[in-house]
């Protein structure tokens, strides 16, 4: 059995990282497509004052919302990646009568910017600054068109430096 040249080696190597950051994005759609129990989920940003329904306050983890009651619920990561939400903070979810989600930030926690360089492993995305890893939504890295190895500006928690998520401010 003869080896595989050097060439098709590092193509088997590309097309298996195209094909897990496609499985990346093709899960967050879905989580922000369906959400966890399968209901449809209506990302919204408009004013949540004149939607009715059931209304939920929870902590942004990153990727979901903890309610009070230990549930978590999917944040559409497209909104949370516009929105430049932050390990940390409050939302509100209002779940209306027709089975739609909306989201609205109610209170930003404290945060602070800092620089570093995007980074993939696993199939996630991460941005390496001090000394670390932070891990950032797929949204961000296709929104601000940004690739390995660039330099990235990213918001985190300013009194939580360990937080596992930071959000994408800007490509530099």
């Known amino acids: 059995m003869s080896e595989l040249p050097e060439k098709q080696i ?11 950051t496609n499985l990346a994005a093709a899960r967050e759609l879905l989580i922000s497509i369906t959400g966890d129990d399968g209901a449809p989920i209506t990302p919204k940003s408009s004013n949540t004052e004149d939607v009715k329904g059931k ?6 983890d990153g990727q979901r919302m903890a309610g009070p ?11 949370a990646s516009k929105s430049k939400l932050v390990e940390g903070d ?15 930030q109610i209170s930003p926690i404290e945060r602070k910017q800092i620089i570093g360089t995007l980074v993939q492993h696993d199939g996630a995305y991460y941005v390496e600054a001090n000394g670390r890893e ?4 797929l949204a961000s890295v296709t929104y601000f068109r940004i690739n390995v190895g ?23």
């Open 90 to 104: 409050i939302l509100k979810l209002t779940i209306t009568d027709d089975g739609g989600f909306v989201y609205k």
């Open 10 to 20: 590092k193509r088997l190597h590309s097309l298996m990282q195209d094909a897990e």
């Open 134 to 137: 932070y891990r950032i939504l």
């Open 55 to 60: 209304v939920i306050e929870g902590v942004f």
């Open 150 to 172: 660039d330099q990235v500006t990213i918001i985190i928690p300013a009194d939580n430096p360990d937080a596992d998520w930071a959000a994408v401010e800007a490509a530099l």
């Open 69 to 79: 009651d230990g549930k978590e619920y999917p944040v559409p990561a497209n909104y």
